[in-house]
């Protein structure tokens, strides 16, 4: 089964992936992305054991991923009053190869040869025999033999294409990422401040240093899309804590790379309906610590090869779920 033509929402980690991957089996895939590019900065993710180390060597960009590393040392535990107390040693949470999101995403664009249409999202959905007519916001209607829901914990292609009540599941936690350019003094390595329920870490990656302020909640009432409200909810979790917490608000609220999420898990009952299939985050988001971005790659690799070893498209996702899921049950329970 080859020579389809296959729809990618989501232009991030898994949806470049799967696009590499299509290409080189002689499918068209075609990625939607609703950024107006590729998406910058964003937290470091890393990758652990032979399995996703494998699939980067064979996509042909492990070399690229290792020489992007963020090459992080340790990241000293402080009080209040910036006293080291202990440290968290790199080897914790660092994996094999630790890079930053953006860059990833970047070497995997480059990867890919596939069309990309920025600044555009699917506003619906709908299967015939021969297809799924596929209507967005911007760009003309178009008809694919498949589509693929590449785009996140709010996927919306899961949102049309499944009849599914309460998919997320919430951990207790959430978390906001942005740069504080030429701070702190910090050369390849972190500093960590926390009281219980809330902490703020600052790390140094190779010229570039970020910081993160973690709280843990309840799940919170607010449109992803509203950054204000966000860093609003931010602010207010982390009044009136002392050490260096004031100038991280201060600076929060003028970064341009501001990134705001819960942490979550996707738990669906299944990853394909008809001719949609879910990959990634839109299907089974681990939370952190469950490998999230290396179970993207892997996805993307195995429903890949799935469709380009199988007679038809049933066949095709119906051994992808039978091989993914207890991959995916494993890291959600690590998580």
């Given amino acids: 089964m080859r020579d389809l033509d296959i729809l990618i929402s989501g232009g991030g980690i898994a949806g470049p992936a799967l696009a590499h991957w299509l290409t080189r089996y002689g499918f068209h895939p075609t990625v939607v992305e609703l950024a107006p590019a590729v ?133 207790g936690l959430h978390s906001a990422i942005f740069s504080v350019a030429g701070a702190y003094g910090l050369d390849h390595e972190g500093v960590m401040y926390s009281v219980p329920g809330r902490c703020a870490t600052i790390m140094s990656t190779g010229g570039e240093t970020r910081a993160a302020l973690d709280f843990a909640s309840p799940s919170l009432d607010y449109d992803h899309r509203d950054r204000n409200r966000q860093r609003e909810l931010v602010a207010a979790a982390f009044e009136g804590l002392d050490w260096e917490i004031p100038s991280l608000i201060k600076r929060m609220w003028t970064a341009e790379d501001f990134y705001f999420a819960p942490a979550a898990q996707v738990v669906v009952p299944r990853y394909a309906s008809g001719r949609v299939v879910l990959l990634g985050d839109a299907g089974y988001a681990p939370g952190p610590g469950g490998m999230g971005t290396g179970l993207a790659l892997i996805g993307a690799y195995v429903l890949a090869g799935e469709l380009a070893t199988a007679g038809d498209h049933h066949t095709a996702v119906d051994r992808y779920e039978r091989r993914m899921r207890p991959y995916v049950e494993v890291c959600q329970k690590q998580a």
Wanted: net charge negative.
């Fill in 39 to 171: 998406r910058p900065g964003g937290q470091a993710v890393d990758l652990r054991g032979a399995p996703q180390l494998e699939v980067l060597d064979r996509m042909g960009i492990l070399q690229a991923v290792k020489n992007a590393q963020t090459h992080m040392g340790d990241i000293a535990i402080v009080d209040a009053r910036g006293k080291r107390v202990s440290r968290l040693p790199s080897a914790v949470f660092s994996g094999e190869v630790e890079i930053l999101r953006g860059a990833l995403s970047h070497i995997l664009h480059e990867a890919a040869r596939a069309e990309y249409v920025f600044d555009d999202f699917i506003t619906s959905l709908s299967e015939t025999a021969d297809g799924v007519h596929v209507t967005f916001d911007k760009a003309p209607s178009r008809t694919f033999d498949l589509v693929v829901g590449a785009d996140g914990i709010r996927s919306k292609v899961r949102e049309l294409a499944f009849d599914v009540s309460g998919p997320i599941r919430h951990l």
